[in-house]
């Protein structure tokens, strides 16, 4: 009897050593996990503060697309007739208008007349008409030297031409000419103003 007992206390210690071995591993295990969770965690938090944060810009009302860097290239016969870029466009599908902030509009002449640069701060390019409003500090200036400044000019696609019902003030070397309205065919340079108009010439070109 008293080696039945023993022999049952020892299978008794056994098993409580075996439970305790097991029950040491399950916290080496635990261990290990808390210890993944927090590298995990720090290593979360520091890409959280290099990593910028990215905010998107909500549309305007009105406005279905936003780019930036606009280009639009005008073809006729496969010769470029103009060209027109920007810094940001704006594109309402309703109305059918792109409109254009930092605005550059490069007009090609025919037979050999030169380019013409025209500059302004923003412009509303008429997709269907491929009309362009150019509004803001409007400047433009030739390949030969002459150029023109107006607070609005009109580029009609139609006709190739620049109007404007604004003062216009056009400049050449050694003369300088100030009216109202104004008619530009960007493809001969022929210009022509409305009126109230003023001219003054300087000797020697200066």
């Not at 008293?2 to 029950?23: G, K, Y």
């Not at 103009?82 to 605005?103: F, H, P, Q």
């Not at 550059?104 to 362009?132: C, F, K, P, W």
């Amino acid at each position: 009897m008293r080696f039945t007992v023993n022999f049952l206390d020892a299978i008794l210690c056994l098993e409580i050593m075996h439970n305790f071995n097991n029950f040491k591993r399950l916290l080496g295990v635990l261990a290990v996990v808390a210890s993944l969770l927090v590298i995990a965690t720090i290593v979360f938090r520091m890409q959280q503060e290099v990593a910028p944060r990215l905010t998107v810009r909500k549309l305007p009302l009105q406005v279905d697309v936003s780019l930036q860097k606009f280009h639009y290239t005008e073809t006729k016969q496969g010769a470029k007739r103009w060209e027109l870029s920007a810094d940001r466009a704006e594109y309402n599908k309703k109305a059918d208008i792109s409109y254009l902030t930092g605005v550059r509009m490069l007009v090609h002449g025919a037979d050999g007349v030169g380019d013409l640069e025209i500059t302004s701060q923003h412009a509303e390019y008429h997709n269907g008409t491929r009309d362009v409003a150019l509004i803001g500090d409007v400047r433009g200036k030739s390949v030969k030297g002459y150029g023109f400044s107006a607070p609005r000019v009109d580029y009609v696609a139609a006709r190739t031409l620049l109007t404007t019902a604004e003062r216009v003030r056009l400049t050449d070397v050694g003369s300088e000419l100030e009216g109202t309205g104004m008619e530009y065919q960007t493809q001969t340079r022929k210009f022509k103003l409305m009126k109230e108009v003023t001219a003054v010439y300087r000797q020697g070109g200066k």
